[in-house]
């Protein structure tokens, strides 16, 4: 390793997502590793700015792969967006002699360190952290595998009772700006429908879709709905529109919320988390900044930071007709 | 055995529970092994009224006492209530010779069987089947040792998110008129407080104790509230009431809804369903008719149907202090 | 409260069990509601007489109730069993002032109070945290019921490949001298038959079931065997047998082992952790001593101590009949 | 769609993986999609020569997605090994007018498919099912991401007790030939070394690794051993040996076993399986044979089925280094 990183600061940043834990644990790990110290930052840009920090030593994070949440505490900052704020921030890493940053979050944990970096020239690294899998420049973010996990599981146990019954039900899941979830949940619990932000299904099909279900001899059916599905219907407006039209239906509403943001984390988020955690520290050692570690191809790779923040991810068009057509 | 029962009905009805499978596969490998005949009723009264009836044989019931809902469906029935509907019902019992019924549900389907009986003198054995374990008669219903292990593994994984971001959640979980779900659930998960039925905590206590517990270093709180809480606030409204009154809390809502129906019994409710079974076929076989079979201090009880419907449970005041001690 | 207790250790010895936690914070919290002090002794009797103790305020059990195994640690000791190891165990509990002490553990740990008691008269109540549910005075032991689930998921998973091959599996579950685990969880899992210490059902009925069942049309058959059965051979043992005396089944065993010890306890765990904690500690505040928490159709009672440990569980034979009318 | 098959046969072979059915009803669903007729055969290759076929309509494979096992049942056939058999195969086929195969399973299913075809010229495409993860061609086959959650949840409940009681533990975990599984689930359960047929770590190392681990303060140790390990000793041999040479260890062995072939696919294994089902049948469609279907870079893609057999899965270095950091 070239360069003179003595000591490395980890923060989590913005939702919270499964395998945060295991993240900040193999960067304290990989720190030790390599003989260098790693300090926890608490509470995001707000402890950031407050230099509420605390050093991570190998043994201080044992026993926290397994567990959700972050041991870090998340928050968002508003402050940080101001001059001042940063340069609170900045000051209490020269005080305590952190030389560079890892950032575990999405778009705004990473617009925040981009700015961060470049107004001081502050040696920067972004792991992406985050349930709705919506970052350019990686495969998978740490949590996406286990939302869909905990998604698919509850709707196991509503189909359990739709079945019973004969039941439609909508489920809305998260998703405000990007349909990952609802479409790998979806085909995942054999949804009817999935209505996702990037498509307009438009009402017409889901009813078309409906009726050829009824048709078919089936007994039950789920909608899953993104939280920002382009009909621009949320699910209780969907249940009104279906009330109205086909009052044939017995229809059910059902709000995932933020359970999909914890749990354990699958074994799928842990060892990505675990690998992220030494591509970032181990980058930010070969003197590397402004870059976020992705996956892609099942192999590290570095995307700039910029570009992970500009980029869009797309939905997988494939798997649109794989759904449409289990829906047979 | 001293009567001549020689085929007996088992219908499901009202809500579905997790270990109504495993009931209904009790009753028939119960049936099975006296060597009478077991009959399965579709859609609980609606079925019966249709004579939707299919033989159950030992082995048509294999592999489903995992499994959450009900093979035989459920429904609600108006027309039951009707002399009309019953004496369809009535007329096809004896076309297929069925002799006696029993019947797996609540409140609502055992009073459906109370005046079955009284019409036409029919034999008629009941079993707890709901979540709510709101059945006088018995301490415990098939399905309500499941229900609280959703709701605390929901709840645990809101904790996450919650202690990440320092939150207040509401987390409703169903109970209309009985608080057990929530009382139970509300321990196991350490909630802060828990809102019932049966009690009116008063907001102003809900206040106070979430003064207490900020000024106790608590990061998050979690407080869960019974649909029909006496308060008289559904968890919507206590969010805005906490907006106002306390601003430094993040509040946020979750709504479990009926996911909490769905999912593998417990190993619990699947022995509990199991026993309830053997005792349910026996006492017909015996003679006896218009009783709830019940599980009271571990054995299992009969109760008369008639106290099962008019009789109240009550909630535990010792669990209600263990909470408030608990949140000490 | 009319005595001067005015600091309280607590402690968990022998086996882990999952609900521990909950107990060690409910006696915390207990202590902090009733303005006493609670102090854990860390590996049970070892670390008592070594001094190991640590304060436990009503925070410093934040988010331990929904995991397994034991915060305070556990141990198994052969010095305590000396007048010395004793003598030592004494001292410190003096010098720190602790007035009485809550034992977490089975039999083993509750002889061991009971000595301690006995020869410096020291306050000490036990709290029944095993997952045998082995103890006498009590319906259930703290870990029990979380057990039982643990084994009926595993089995669960076992059956779907048991049934896709059309194999006969021997499944070894915990149990050396009782059959709690075995009996319960044989029948939640739908097993072909149960052996059990309490009683010798002997090879040759086992043959005759397997047979039976064969002839019967079952693609698969789950034999849960308690590690203390009474036929007195074990899971590797019982697949030679049928290798040899009956070719036509495909015969694997499963040892479930000690996974059955972990996992984040039941709901049911957690409640009754957090009320024997209660009545632990309110005893010692009574002035009571040398006395069990139990619960004993469904309320918490005082057992002594000496019955706890001399006392006998019993199998119960509705459930073994309940088994046998099972695999009709 | 160019060619002229009018029905596809589906069949289940070798050991089980979670995900088969799910894989099973997207060929169903798919061929309805396409107006063409699905049959299922029974029991692998057993069944293919003896004509155990059944029509799979849309509605057939309703429900199955979330259950583990397969409903087609699965069998290891010798006969079909001999020429006659294959013929009796051929014939069952005709007479059924069976026009193309799908095979879902690992290397001994597709050596069977491609002699199968080389004989009769009958067109054949393989999935690959199988928790080893061991098939040339593909990224992941169906099963293995399950497989890997269950043996994490295993350890995760097996670390709870061995931390409780500073205890070792070698866990058994499968892979008779490949160390995929106790790789990743190793990493992903934070194993303190992992044990795989890939590489030999020496028993040395595996000494000097514990005494490190020892003396860096760590209360508990998981080493996960792949069946197949190198170092040629299993789970017991370990045992005996570290008694030996490291006596201040308490050691406890666990094999996790048959569990890990079954449960409830993951999401990922069931999203896997439905996007292979229909990249089966529209390969068939497109005059396609003698190709496997696999997952690369997370496109759907077809790899010859005699690459499939005879090339190598290769071991993730990189993962191989990670977990080495890891244990720092």
Same mark, same amino acid.
């Given at each position: 390793?070239? +360069? ?8 989590? %940043? ?6 945060? &834990?295991?993240?900040? #644990? %193999? ?9 260098? $110290? ?7 840009? /707000?402890?950031?700015?407050? =230099? ?7 043994? !201080? ?16 900052? &508003? ?23 890892? @950032? ?21 690294? =972004? ?25 698919? /599981?509850? *709707? ?27 479409? &790998?949940? =979806? ?5 009817? $429908? *999935? ?6 299904? =438009? ?23 993104? /939280? ?16 109205? +039209? ?5 229809? #059910?509403? !059902? ?10 984390? !699958? ?15 181990? !980058? ?5 900044? +402004? ?6 191809? &099942? ?15 797309? *939905?997988?068009?494939? @798997? @649109? ?8």
């Amino acid at each position: 390793m070239i +360069n003179n990183i003595k000591r490395i600061g980890v923060m989590t %940043s913005g939702g919270d997502a499964p395998g945060m &834990n295991a993240a900040i #644990r %193999s960067v304290a790990r990989t720190c030790a590793f390599h003989k260098i $110290e790693c300090v926890g930052v608490y509470r995001g840009f /707000e402890g950031l700015m407050e =230099g509420d920090f605390k050093s991570l030593s190998a043994r !201080s994070v044992n026993h926290i792969i397994h567990t959700g949440g972050t041991i870090l505490k998340s928050a968002r900052s &508003n402050e940080f967006r101001t001059k001042e704020g940063r340069q609170k921030a900045h000051e209490h890493l020269l005080n305590n002699e952190i030389d560079a940053l890892i @950032l575990i979050g999405g778009d705004g944990t990473f617009t925040g360190g981009l700015v961060f970096n470049e107004e001081f020239n502050f040696p920067v690294i =972004g792991i992406p952290g985050t349930i709705d899998n919506d970052i350019y420049g990686t495969n998978f973010t740490i949590g996406y595998d286990t939302a869909i996990n905990t998604v698919v /599981e509850a *709707i196991d146990k509503i189909r359990d009772t739709a079945s019973s019954h004969k039941r439609l039900f909508f489920v809305e899941v998260m998703g405000r700006d990007v349909g990952h979830i609802a479409l &790998n949940a =979806g085909v995942g619990a054999g949804a009817e $429908e *999935i209505l996702i932000p990037e498509e307009d299904l =438009g009402l017409d099909r889901l009813v078309e879709s409906l009726k050829r279900s009824k048709a078919s001899g089936k007994s039950s059916s789920i909608v899953v709905v993104a /939280e920002g599905d382009k009909i621009g219907k949320n699910v209780f407006e969907l249940k009104d529109y279906i009330d109205e +039209n086909m009052p044939e239906y017995d229809v #059910r509403v !059902s709000v995932l919320g933020h359970m999909q943001r914890g749990g354990s984390p !699958s074994c799928f988020d842990r060892v990505l988390a675990s690998r992220m955690g030494v591509k970032a520290v181990e !980058s930010l050692l070969e003197g590397k900044s +402004n870059y976020m570690v992705g996956i892609l191809n &099942n192999k590290m790779e570095l995307t700039a930071l910029e570009m992970a923040v500009k980029g869009k991810t797309e *939905i997988n068009l494939e @798997l @649109l007709r794989v759904s449409d057509i289990m829906t047979t």
